[in-house]
């Protein structure tokens, strides 16, 4: 399988809820960020994580990352409908100027 | 807030014909890619640019595709001689640093190819 597969494919939860999507890699990692991407529009950074960082916050987002188990969650808290959205991660292998994305998990938010 | 501008918006083409799409990265950035997502798929890497070099490129980025930053401002990608299986959404992404930081992505030039 390839390096950063998301987890769910697809998740739809109340606004209020919280999302939490996962996404395990293969390689090791200098960071691993995670991407909005609205239909049909451009992909928008929302956090960036180092190796050595376990967990970060930025607003509603919480992200964690296991190099152990070579995975990592994002948390939205609190969901609103504009979250609707894919979320992508990405990871850093340090080999080569470039990250490798995922498949993605499309998130929707009913209101 | 300074963005990645991309044209044209969406571009349709006859199979075979050449194409080339535009990009106007953030100005104080040094690295420049190009990304493809073909509809419902993952977002694929196509090829990363600094110092006016190729740094790195994917299998994807075969002889039918060229990048060139023709001037200070311009970045774009040419697809010498496009087959139906070019059609995608085409990102262009532009960042401060290599590997470390974040991208920041313009809004995708829609190809067609038909």
């Known amino acids: 399988s390839q390096q950063g597969e998301e987890d769910p494919q697809a998740l739809s939860i109340q606004e209020g809820e919280n999302a939490t999507m996962n996404c395990s890699y293969k390689t090791s990692i200098n960071n691993l960020q995670w991407y909005r991407q609205n239909s049909g529009r451009g992909l928008v950074h929302l956090i960036l994580i180092r190796s050595n960082e376990r967990e970060k916050h930025s607003g509603r987002l919480r992200v964690t990352l296991d190099t152990s188990k070579k995975s990592s969650s994002l948390l939205i808290t609190a969901s609103r409908a504009a979250d609707t959205a894919s979320y992508f991660c990405?990871?850093?292998?340090?080999?080569?100027?470039?990250?490798?994305f995922g498949g993605g998990t499309r998130l929707m938010v009913k209101p | 807030e300074p963005e990645v501008t991309q044209t044209p918006s969406h571009q349709v083409t006859q199979m075979g014909q050449e194409v080339i799409l535009r990009c106007v990265p953030i100005s104080n950035h040094l690295y420049f890619y190009w990304y493809r997502q073909i509809l419902g798929q993952k977002v694929e890497f196509l090829v990363s640019f600094y110092n006016n070099e190729i740094s790195e490129k994917s299998e994807i980025f075969d002889d039918q595709f060229s990048v060139e930053r023709p001037d200070g401002s311009n970045f774009t990608l040419k697809i010498r001689s496009t087959k139906l299986e070019d059609s995608a959404m085409y990102f262009c992404?532009?960042?401060?640093?290599?590997?470390?930081?974040?991208?920041?992505f313009g809004e995708g030039s829609r190809l067609t190819v038909l």
């Open positions: 992404a532009s960042g401060e640093v290599a590997n470390t930081g974040e991208l920041f």
């Open positions: 990405a990871t850093d292998t340090g080999r080569g100027n470039m990250l490798t």
